[in-house]
């Protein structure tokens, strides 16, 4: 943890804290934001580069130094723009085509992806690689002690907005409404104490499986990975489902995933762990840490229909943690989890940011720990990624498939039928 002193600094945001709580008790865990875009047409490089620096400097979260007060408190200061040669990496790849380009980029990705985040770098990383004078590929990764996935959205599209103005000679747009530090010294403290105080009670009540337990010589890996990714008429139906359920993707998906866990416990009850965005209506376009996993209660349908009735009670489990988070976090700190859904979209609206170098083959196999069964999923126009993380000690290999199929299937059907 970087620096000491005392002068400058404010408050961890609650999305910074629970982070900062969650990779104190796992270093191992991966979680920065990792993208990668292909940057279509002739790019001026000083310029590019120049573009990087005005984005670092208008939003204050990609200077955020996180550091460890005298009471051993966590707080945050912001500092002031790295030097130049720091704010971006560039490389010329020599390769006999562009898919071999291609496959380089994605294998650079996974190695991003496996690395340590360093807590004394400044959050952001950006890696620009130049096959032809017409086919660049840019990687950026977030740390997520600073940015969430909307913030790392808002920052790619005020990157390429910057950068088009650029070229054009207009002017450089100005700094945010509203300062990432004067959003998080005006926000009301929901905490419930320090971070000490939110260390989550290991004896509580988590999810029985009701699984074979894995044979001796399955336990080597601490974690099991399913993944595939859905297009064409698969992830038509899903979205299909959502609209004649009447929800978003993200209510269809954490139905269709908690219909899955139900069919493998005997609980009537399960608490899953999703993202909630805490931001306020004058802080959408503010780049920060504002995300965080709030505990949702699931309770299992009384008649024996999954229907429109079970989709509309997850809603509602999620407005009701939602709201009970804002006024307190008391009670999620009595309850934990191990089931957890992590959802991202991407608008893909025309013009807003560079297209996707590959929307596929980017969530690498990383062997953490990990308590019952995490969801991700990765959502764009024309895919969505599904990967599921499974606990070795609690799910053979062949559990672990039976699950994730039936995952499959409650994603692009109703009521689990095939």
């Not at 990668?36 to 002739?42: D, S, T, W, Y």
């Not at 950006?126 to 600073?146: D, K, W």
């Not at 009537?268 to 965005?277: E, H, L, M």
């Not at 959502?379 to 053979?396: A, I, N």
Request: contains cysteine; positive net charge; charged residues 25%.
């Amino acid at each position: 943890m970087a620096g000491s002193g005392r002068g400058t600094e404010f408050p961890l945001t609650a999305g910074q804290r629970q982070h900062f709580e969650v990779m104190r008790r796992n270093p191992a865990l991966r979680m920065a934001i990792w993208d990668c875009f292909r940057i279509p047409g002739e790019l001026d490089i000083d310029t590019f580069t120049d573009s990087v620096e005005i984005l670092v400097s208008r939003h204050e979260a990609l200077r955020v130094e996180v550091l460890k007060l005298p009471d051993g408190e966590p707080a945050q200061r912001i500092r002031s723009l790295p030097p130049r040669n720091d704010l971006i990496t560039c490389q010329n790849v020599i390769a006999r085509s562009e898919e071999q380009f291609s496959r380089y980029i994605r294998h650079v990705m996974v190695q991003e992806q496996r690395r340590a985040w360093d807590e004394a770098a400044y959050p952001f990383r950006f890696r620009l690689f130049r096959y032809s004078p017409t086919v660049h590929a840019l990687i950026t990764g977030f740390s997520h002690m600073a940015v969430d996935g909307i913030g790392a959205e808002l920052l790619i599209r005020d990157l390429m907005r910057t950068y088009a103005d650029a070229v054009a000679d207009r002017a450089p747009r100005g700094l945010p409404r509203r300062s990432f530090t004067d959003s998080v010294v005006r926000r009301p403290s929901t905490d419930g104490g320090s971070v000490r105080s939110a260390e989550r009670d290991p004896s509580g009540p988590l999810t029985r499986f009701d699984v074979p337990a894995p044979d001796p010589g399955e336990r080597g890996l601490r974690s099991r990975q399913s993944s595939l990714s859905l297009t064409g008429t698969r992830l038509a139906a899903l979205r299909e489902q959502a609209d004649l359920h009447g929800c978003s993707e993200f209510t269809w998906i954490l139905a269709a995933f908690a219909r899955t866990v139900l069919g493998f416990t005997s609980q009537d009850r399960i608490t899953i762990a999703v993202p909630v965005n805490l931001r306020a209506p004058a802080e959408r376009e503010v780049v920060g840490m504002y995300v965080m996993e709030v505990p949702v209660a699931v309770e299992r349908p009384r008649d024996a229909g999954t229907g429109r009735d079970f989709v509309a009670a997850v809603g509602s489990a999620v407005l009701r943690a939602t709201v009970r988070h804002r006024r307190s976090a008391a009670w999620d700190q009595g309850h934990p989890a191990d089931l957890f859904v992590n959802y991202r979209r991407r608008s893909g609206a025309p013009g807003r940011e560079p297209p996707a170098l590959g929307t596929t083959g980017y969530l690498p196999r990383i062997d953490y720990q990990i308590s019952g069964i995490g969801l991700r999923i990765f959502s764009r126009p024309d895919v969505l990624d599904v990967q599921v993380v499974f606990e070795s000690s609690v799910f053979s290999v062949d559990s672990a498939g039976n699950i994730f199929e039936t995952l499959i299937r409650n994603l692009i059907t109703a009521s689990g039928r095939r």
